[in-house]
């Protein structure tokens, strides 16, 4: 996808230098989820994603209000993307993204105040996860509009279920419990350890080994077959 | 121990900055190979924040007590201008400095460590001088992670590691051990 | 801008003609303009749910450590005297407040101030009721902690730990094993007591510190 390699064909008028290649909108919405999973695969927004994983109820709560975020910024940047000079496309990604985390900020504060309190000043830290920028400068800023939502709704998606996954191991072994509901019995000695900071770096260094070790045995699996 | 004693060891050790509360976590992976750079970027990011604690405090007193729902908006202005303005500086009156730190200012702006003391000292309604020294131990507390993760990467390097466990999954397990040690420092604020 | 251009960065961008300054500096101010009045307006909109819950937190709070009062009057300290008038907000720190609470028959029953001091990992923020004249404590509730889960965090739902300060008159001390029957005592919880004597210390020294200024207030300017 170098630029300026073939000249734009005739049917495509909004040819822009490094634009993603052209495809389904599924496979936008897809790419986020799996392949291109933001932290799992990408390890970008850490910094949420760890914070506050630990509980289910606030690693839900962060990846909605991020994915809220990003279909506001994508939508935005990709509706803007003629108009913004490109000087000032950062500075300008910025303030949009900004905008939107302060809108979802305080709609949460107006909507669920106990988890607006629980995740406290990481709900404004939305405005630095890497992602969101990633995402507007890389792709929103590229392509029509409907991709660049369906690029949002995917990576949105992959986030939070990234986010579930972790704040759910986290909650179910270190407090035994599932969005407060007591899963595994009195006689379960919760491992406090898990909720504290060092748990979350475990729970995502343990789910990287794991995906790490899959993808070895099914390349070997290849292997064998050819 | 006195207050602002307090703030500083507790951002410094107990909270600390990245191990504890999370924030810097970007160049705490990415930048941490080699620990020349790590702990200069470490350097870099502690006078950011002196700076960025400097300017958030000024706009909290005077500026944002009519328009709090603008503080977000405000702080990452204030930072990308802040870390622009610094950059040029820097490359004007010291070109040595300049080689060695310039190419990290950039990479500050979206480190959350940055925007995070700001919204930290405001929602812990901090003095100015509750404040410098939040930053001071912030950013020194990001330096001792960033150095001390990157010493052990190092050795890691030369280390006999299973090829599956090689890359990010066990950097990860590393960093939770040292934030395991770092939870050793809890209940240093509480004289007994 | 510390994600990776996958899909091409600076260098794959064809070179092209700048963008004269006012342009730059027109989109800047339009797009900030845009964005202040999407943002105010939103906050106008949600102001008022967002200050009921903060009164419905408050609210709760005070109950529970004046022993539910029909109606309670606000303090604020400012230049170190308390005032009934709300200060001008100046800054974004808010004047440190005292409630008073009064039973239905006006007679009054005790006051709630706050306190913050480190505990185990971070700072712990008490809100605590009593008695002025007698000196006794109503009760105590941890507005805000990050202590040890399962341990520290006893502090604010471990009910035989909490239910043992009504009655008891600061300065007091956490021990091991109390005496019984001394009113200046309280066990600590096994395995949180740096957690349990950081509830004591906040206590105490939020009393000794608001003490003076409600007897000044009782004197000048109780009506």
């Known amino acids: ?226 | 121990m006195s207050n602002l004693a307090w703030i500083f060891v507790s951002t410094l050790l107990v909270s600390n900055f990245t191990l504890a509360m999370f924030l810097g976590l970007c160049p705490f992976f990415g930048v941490t190979a080699k620990i020349g750079t790590a702990w200069r970027l470490g350097v870099a990011n502690t006078f950011v924040m002196l700076l960025t604690a400097l300017s958030a405090w000024t706009l909290n007193t005077y500026v944002l007590t009519q328009v709090p729902f603008l503080r977000t908006i405000a702080f990452i202005v204030v930072i990308a201008s802040g870390v622009q303005i610094v950059e040029m500086a820097i490359k004007k009156f010291s070109p040595v400095l300049f080689r060695q730190l310039g190419i990290f200012l950039p990479l500050i702006t979206t480190n959350c460590a940055i925007l995070g003391l700001a919204l930290f000292q405001t929602a812990r309604q901090y003095t100015l001088a509750e404040s410098i020294v939040f930053a001071l131990g912030g950013g020194m507390g990001l330096t001792l992670a960033l150095s001390l993760m990157a010493s052990i990467r190092e050795r890691m390097d030369v280390a006999d590691v299973p090829v599956v466990a090689r890359g990010m999954g066990l950097v990860l397990v590393v960093a939770s051990v040292l934030s395991m040690a770092f939870m050793g420092f809890a209940g240093m604020g509480s004289a007994p | 801008m510390t994600a990776p251009h996958r899909h091409g960065g600076p260098a794959a961008a064809a070179p092209r003609a700048s963008t004269p300054a006012w342009r730059l500096v027109a989109t800047l101010a339009i797009a900030g303009a845009i964005s202040g009045w999407l943002v105010s307006s939103v906050y106008q909109w949600t102001l008022p749910a967002i200050e009921q819950h903060a009164a419905e937190r408050e609210k709760a709070a005070v109950y529970e450590v004046l022993g539910a009062p029909a109606r309670w009057d606000t303090l604020y300290l400012v230049d170190d005297a308390l005032t009934r008038i709300a200060p001008a907000k100046t800054g974004f720190a808010r004047a440190p407040r005292a409630f008073v609470g009064f039973d239905a028959d006006g007679e009054r029953l005790g006051v709630a101030i706050t306190g913050t001091e480190p505990g185990f990992q971070d700072n712990v923020t008490i809100m605590v009721g009593f008695n002025p004249e007698t000196g006794a404590l109503i009760g105590f509730r941890v507005l805000e902690q990050k202590e040890t889960p399962g341990l520290g965090d006893k502090i604010e739902n471990d009910t035989i730990f909490t239910g043992q300060f009504a009655g008891q008159v600061p300065p007091l001390r956490g021990v091991k094993s109390p005496a019984g029957g001394k009113t200046d005592e309280v066990q600590t919880i096994t395995g949180a007591t740096i957690s349990s004597r950081a509830v004591v210390r906040i206590i105490n020294n939020a009393i000794a510190s608001w003490s003076p200024l409600l007897a000044a207030w009782d004197q000048g300017g109780a009506k």
């Open chain 1, 1 to 226: 996808m170098t630029a300026g390699a073939s000249p734009p064909p005739a049917n495509q008028p909004e040819f822009v230098p490094g634009a993603p290649p052209p495809a389904a909108l599924t496979t936008d919405i897809w790419r986020g989820i799996a392949r291109d999973n933001p932290v799992l695969v990408q390890l970008l927004g850490l910094c949420p994603a760890m914070a506050v994983t630990n509980t289910l109820a606030n690693g839900l709560a962060m990846g909605t209000a991020t994915m809220l975020v990003l279909l506001g910024s994508e939508l935005f940047v990709s509706l803007l993307r003629k108009v913004i000079p490109h000087e000032v496309r950062i500075t300008s990604y910025v303030l949009i993204i900004a905008t939107f985390v302060t809108v979802v900020d305080l709609l949460l504060a107006a909507t669920f105040p106990d988890i607006s309190k629980a995740l406290g000043p990481f709900m404004p830290l939305i405005v630095v996860n890497c992602m969101v920028l990633g995402r507007a400068e890389a792709f929103a800023a590229k392509v029509r509009p409907v991709r660049a939502m369906a690029d949002a709704v995917g990576m949105g998606l992959g986030f939070t279920l990234a986010l579930v996954l972790i704040s759910g191991l986290r909650e179910l072994l270190g407090m035994g419990s599932l969005l407060g509901a007591n899963l595994l019995g009195p006689n379960f000695e919760p491992w406090v350890f898990m909720v504290m900071p060092p748990g979350g770096f475990l729970t995502l260094g343990i789910i990287l080994l794991c995906m790490a070790w899959f993808t070895d045995i099914r390349r070997r699996r290849a292997q064998e077959a050819a």
